[in-house]
């Protein structure tokens, strides 16, 4: 049975990203930077209406805008399109310019549906306008129960009712979504901006009707994608058809404004909780009445599409007696995707105010109501570290009680993540030549997340080599199949490929050699055995070397001017369960960027929709606000290395508890709840009593 | 893809205009890049081109770029379609992101919201104009270093923006540093590890506070 | 952005007569081009103003200082010489926008730009101000608008610079016709105070050329409130300006920017502090009075205690 080194060199420690110079020198080339030669630019045209049946699309003004090289209609015939957004055409021309012109000729004769809907309150309602005609927008709920729900409340000491909710959250990657496609008689050939090469070539594949070996995908660099980016995407098929017709690469990037229309969100949730605990702080009680939606992808038989509505509940605790009921209701708005940490964030939040606010009522201690409900113990574990970190006995005061118009509170929330480990089908090979270099192959794509130097850092410790002697390479469907990069799994799944690759490969040049050990030193010399034959090996998924689930905790220390209803997050204390830590460079990085995004959605993102006109209002950076730096707080990270748990993943456990634990310390501060995601100072306002009728 | 043209007649290129000057006027005028952006305008003025391609004249790290764009291509595209710069990467075209951030006469802006047009005469530093003969700038070694980027996208807009941040201020403090980079949106989450980086280029050590811990 | 033609200026006339009936002026151009890659506006030519000679400098004076039209908004930011006059204009200025846009942005563009209103600004919301039929605003999501306006059209301004001009009773200089035109902050936008088309009461060839601050006011504060800390759009902003002598106010005036069409001023809130001595509450109270008559809306009625802080925090900022 596999196992890791125990003295370990690289693995565990700072190495640097091995793909670092590239990017920071402009010589990195994304799949929105290639210039295949003759390329042309691609753009799309989307609908302007929320619902409508399109009659026709006339694309003979577009074709004779100069420049313009091929247009198409997303489909054939008559169809319908059910949200602000929806993909009607797409041109292909020899600039950007030609392409704006051209679209602008396409002319479309559509006709508005009669009603449109998108606002979950409004969806649900008997009359409300369907997304699906015959379908009610509601689907039937998910129904768990367990025990007698009357009974139980009045056997509770305590009983909290709450009504939180979060808002629909857009992905927005940095680099948008899109492909650099060529389509031939002699294939396909894609650079995609993915997080799964062999994804996006099932997709070309099957919608094109083109043979899988005649489809290859290729990922050098993609500037991320928090699990909007599998399969190629209307806009890769709508490339992939333009190319075919204008004889030319095709390079069709979606623009910031369609990013928040059409490829993926994080669905809302309107969790109403009444849960109760016993008089030793034992939960005793969970009633929960959550919806939300998911776009057109929520309803009634549509099962909440990727990234469903219905989130685990009760989140992380155990309670006798549940009763738990959730249903997507569909809206005329863009399908959700999964987004790191699908159900999750929602769950963590809406939960963990509920147990604050149980808490309180309790007279208990928060940190304290948890160790007694959790029944994980590294997670409780966590808690006790996160507090001391923290200073939790020196900073936790009754709610409210903090002097002065800024006042500070403290708060905190955990995390589980059934994922994180590897997928057991990934696999990779490597060439190791006579001079001693060493290429290593995965068909996996790096997102972000340092993939490459995590196999990088593996290899040199396997094969005691230095990091920057191991040449990695990734993102190509020539290469063997590697996992796609979701459910923080894709360390978990390269790393044991990696090693099982260099164990292989010492097990080789040993015997070919003849010197007992190839590491290190004798690397060499045992390479040069091979003549002028390179050697070339294979590699498995070891389940030995992996495993998961991961835990976390996250404690916030927050500030709220409560004359402005200004939230500032002070401090994140963010302490997560790492199983074999691979690189702590890398691995920090992402409990950054978890905790960003976090913060990002407990305080400033939501997608809004206007009920009058069916778009979305805040399709662009300007209002739909990201997490900056000055807004970012100072993050302390603690990892727990625990090396016996193999490796495990990280990426998602990172973003799950920090809305939870901000929303937490605002409600710890001002002793009131605000229990609607967004926390902005409007809110804060309202929440304090602050706020006047209206009178407009 | 458009190809970069050979500069034709019409407009008045820098080259033709610095000759004009003679030979002691151009060292003096190499110095004032801004005097000789308005000098150029000058002898351009009032003359109305487009809407049709017109022949722009970029200088972009230290080299001319002659191109034919229609006024309204901004400088962005020029660099990323025009060319083959594709280092500044296009994050939102709404001047609100940064991605696109390259140096203009040294300050830090947003080639998305610079016509190509207006870009004549000035010097643009774009991120591939930083490295020296192969070796990377201190800001460059320092992102490595302290492994502020993730994706990378965001990145070559936070080099420059750093870059011109230095510069100017050497020494900045968190509350500078913060400042200076306000401008460049990042989704990944290496806002903690550039202020890192920041010190590390600017001979400031600070304490890292990660932990690692066994279990129990 | 559709097609245009494009030219250089020397001379305001013939910035004017190149712009002809359906141009536009480029200065900074921040906000034009953001306007044309929505198809907002469609002119059929672009006049560069930023080589017209002499609006480009910082004139001290005695009575007053003049900042030219093309002055930075970083130059303002980064000139010791306002932080220690205008204290008030290099607070605004710090917090505008991004340092990306404040180096190629300018006064003349800050008090010019257009409505930020996500109605207006969407391209595919025919509003109001667009020349359709309806305020969206009104009927749906209008958190970000005015607590006051004299039309229909809820749209703020949200030019800090214009507070700040308020509060320090600057005057723009409106080439108009090739006549000089001194407008107050007041002026300037009231055509957007009662016609729900306008923006500012710009007309088509007006050129801002100058604004003159006098040195009346020796101190300036300014203050804005954001979701975000920084980069984001004043939910609601403020300044004020006076003097103080022998521990009471002189002169002193408040505008308050981001509730209404124009920057918002109550005359009998200055009158009521001059002469007074600054503290919470005489702050408390002016802050009333400039708020009285708010009519909030279904999703801005917060900006009343907000802006209701921010006046007597700016006030008494001026304290120093």
């Not at chain 1, 210039?35 to 049946?53: D, E, H, T």
């Not at chain 3, 109270?285 to 917060?302: E, F």
């Amino acid at each position: 049975m596999a196992e890791w080194p125990t003295n370990r060199k690289y693995i565990s420690g700072n190495v640097k990203r091995v793909d670092a110079a590239p990017k920071v020198t402009g010589k990195a080339r994304y799949s929105s930077d290639i210039q295949a030669n003759g390329w042309l630019y691609g753009m799309i045209l989307r609908s302007k209406w929320p619902a409508a049946k399109i009659l026709s699309v006339n694309l003979d003004k577009a074709l004779k805008v100069p420049g313009i090289k091929a247009a198409v209609v997303a489909r054939d015939g008559q169809f319908t399109v059910r949200y602000y957004g929806e993909e009607i055409a797409a041109v292909a021309g020899s600039s950007k310019q030609a392409c704006l012109d051209a679209l602008r000729a396409i002319e479309v004769n559509a006709q508005p549906s009669a009603g449109f809907v998108v606002h979950e309150d409004d969806g649900l309602k008997q009359d409300s306008p369907q997304v699906w005609e015959g379908t009610p927008n509601a689907g039937d709920p998910h129904v768990r129960n367990r025990g007698d729900m009357d009974s139980a409340f009045s056997e509770c000491a305590a009983v909290i009712e709450g009504f939180y909710t979060s808002p629909v959250q857009i992905h927005n990657p940095m680099e948008t979504h899109g492909n650099t496609v060529s389509w031939t008689d002699e294939g396909v050939t894609a650079w995609a901006s993915t997080q799964g090469i062999g994804s996006v070539q099932d997709g070309f594949s099957g919608a094109l009707g083109v043979d899988r070996s005649k489809v290859r995908v290729i990922t050098d660099y993609m500037g991320g994608g928090f699990g909007s980016k599998f399969g190629p995407g209307v806009e890769g098929l709508l490339a992939a058809q333009l190319s075919k017709k204008a004889g030319a690469p095709v390079r069709l990037m979606l623009t910031r404004f369609d990013e928040a229309l059409a490829v993926g969100n994080r669905p809302s949730s309107f969790q109403k909780i009444k849960m109760g605990a016993l008089a030793d702080g034992k939960l005793h009680a969970f009633q929960f009445e959550n919806y939300g939606t998911a776009g057109i992808g929520a309803g009634a038989d549509r099962g909440g599409g990727g990234g469903g509505v219905n989130i685990p509940a009760p989140y992380l605790y155990k309670v006798t007696n549940i009763h738990a009921s959730q249903r997507g209701v569909a809206v005329n708005a863009g399908s959700a995707r999964a987004f790191r940490a699908p159900g999750n964030p929602p769950a963590s939040f809406g939960m963990e105010c509920a147990m604050d606010d149980l808490a309180v009522k309790l007279g208990m201690d928060p940190v304290q109501f948890r160790l007694i409900n959790d029944p994980v113990e590294i997670r409780r574990n966590e808690y006790k570290v996160g507090a001391a970190a923290i200073g939790w006995k020196d900073k936790y005061k009754k709610p409210g009680s903090s002097p002065g118009v800024v006042k500070t509170g403290i708060g905190c929330a955990g995390a589980n993540w059934g994922g994180g480990r590897g997928s057991p089908d990934t696999q990779g090979e490597a060439q190791i030549n006579p001079d001693g270099s060493i290429e290593i192959r995965i068909g996996v794509q790096d997102i972000g997340t340092g993939t490459k130097t995590v196999i990088a850092v593996v290899a040199a410790e396997m094969l005691g080599l230095k990091p920057e002697q191991i040449t990695v390479k990734v993102g190509d469907t020539n290469f063997p199949p590697g996992p796609g990069s979701g459910g923080s799994a894709t360390c978990a799944s390269v790393s044991p490929v990696t090693f099982d690759i260099c164990s292989n490969a010492l097990q080789q040049l040993q015997s070919k050699s003849g010197i007992a050990d190839a590491r290190g030193d004798n690397w060499f010399a045992a390479c040069k055995s091979l003549g002028v034959t390179p050697l070339k090996v294979t590699g498995q998924w070891q389940e030995s070397l992996a495993g998961g689930p991961a835990y976390g905790v996250q404690f916030a220390e927050v500030e709220v001017d409560t004359e402005t209803g200004l939230v500032t997050v002070k401090k994140i204390v963010a302490v997560h369960d790492c199983g074999l830590i691979i690189d702590r460079l890398t691995l920090e990085s992402q409990i950054n960027g978890g905790c960003i995004i976090g913060m990002g959605y407990a305080l400033y993102e939501e997608r809004v929709m206007d009920r009058v006109s069916g778009v979305v209002l805040n399709p662009n950076f300007e209002t739909y606000k990201l997490s900056g730096i000055a807004d970012v707080p100072e993050i302390e990270a603690i990892l727990i290395n625990m090396p016996e748990r193999g490796v495990i993943g990280i990426g998602e456990p990172a973003t799950i508890p920090t809305a939870g634990a901000i929303a937490n310390a605002v409600a710890n501060a001002i002793g009131v709840r605000v229990p609607n995601l967004p926390i902005t100072p409007a809110k804060v306002l309202a929440a304090l009593g602050k706020v006047p009728p209206i009178t407009a | 893809m458009k190809k970069p043209e050979k500069e034709t007649f019409g407009a008045v290129s820098r080259r033709t205009f610095i000759k004009g000057l003679g030979a002691t006027a151009i060292t003096t005028v190499a110095a004032q890049t801004a005097a000789v952006a308005q000098e150029l305008e000058k002898a351009n003025a009032e003359k109305v081109v487009g809407p049709g391609a017109v022949p722009v004249s970029l200088t972009v790290n230290g080299e001319k770029l002659q191109l034919q764009l229609e006024p309204r291509v901004t400088l962005l595209d020029a660099l990323r379609n025009y060319s083959s710069l594709t280092g500044s990467k296009e994050g939102c075209d709404r001047a609100a992101c940064g991605a696109c951030t390259v140096l203009f006469d040294g300050a830090p802006i947003y080639s998305c919201q610079k016509l190509a047009i207006e870009a004549q005469g000035h010097e643009i530093t774009t991120v591939e104009g930083l490295a020296k003969n192969g070796t990377l700038s201190k800001v460059q070694q320092a992102f490595i270093d302290k492994d502020a980027l993730q994706c990378g996208y965001c990145t070559p807009g936070f080099v420059m923006s750093v870059t011109a941040l230095l510069n100017k201020n050497p020494r900045p403090t968190l509350e500078e540093a913060k400042h200076a980079c306000s401008g460049n949106l990042c989704r990944c989450g290496t806002h903690p590890h550039v202020i890192k980086a920041i010190f590390e280029a600017a001979g400031i050590s600070v304490a890292d506070k990660t932990k690692v811990i066994k279990y129990g | 952005m559709n097609t245009f033609q494009y030219a250089t200026a020397l001379s305001p006339d013939s910035a004017r007569q190149l712009a002809g009936d359906h141009g536009a002026y480029i200065a900074g151009g921040n906000d034009l081009l953001g306007l044309l890659k929505d198809y907002l506006v469609s002119p059929d030519i672009l006049v560069n103003i930023k080589s017209l000679p002499g609006l480009d400098t910082i004139q001290q004076g005695q009575d007053k200082w003049t900042l030219g039209a093309l002055v930075k908004i970083a130059e303002l930011e980064d000139s010791i010489d306002i932080q220690s006059v205008f204290p008030g204009i290099r607070d605004a200025a710090s917090e505008i926008a991004s340092p990306q846009i404040r180096n190629v942005a300018t006064v003349g563009g800050n008090l010019a730009q257009h409505s930020r209103c996500w109605y207006f600004r969407h391209r595919d919301t025919v509003c109001l101000k667009k020349g359709g039929d309806l305020c969206y605003a009104r009927e749906s999501d209008n958190r970000y608008h005015c607590l006051f306006t004299g039309n229909t059209c809820i749209s703020p301004v949200v030019s800090s610079l214009a507070t700040t001009f308020a509060a320090l009773d600057a005057t723009a200089i409106v080439l108009r016709d090739g006549k000089e035109t001194p407008m107050s902050m007041d002026a300037l936008y009231h055509r957007a105070w009662e016609n729900p088309l306008a923006h500012n009461s710009l007309e088509p060839g007006d050129l801002i050329v100058r604004v003159d601050i006098p040195t009346a006011r020796s101190r300036s504060a300014y203050m804005q409130v954001s979701d975000k800390h920084a980069f984001d759009w004043a939910l609601v902003s403020c300044a004020a300006a006076a003097n103080i002598v022998g521990g009471k106010l002189d002169k002193p005036r408040v505008a308050v920017g981001s509730i209404s069409p124009v920057p918002h001023q109550v005359e009998a809130a200055n009158e009521f502090l001059d002469g007074k001595t600054l503290d919470d509450d005489t702050a408390s109270q002016a802050a009333d009075m400039i708020l009285k008559d708010a009519k909030p809306l279904q999703q801005n009625a917060y900006k009343v205690p907000m802006a209701h802080a921010l006046i007597r925090r700016t006030l008494l900022k001026l304290k120093g």
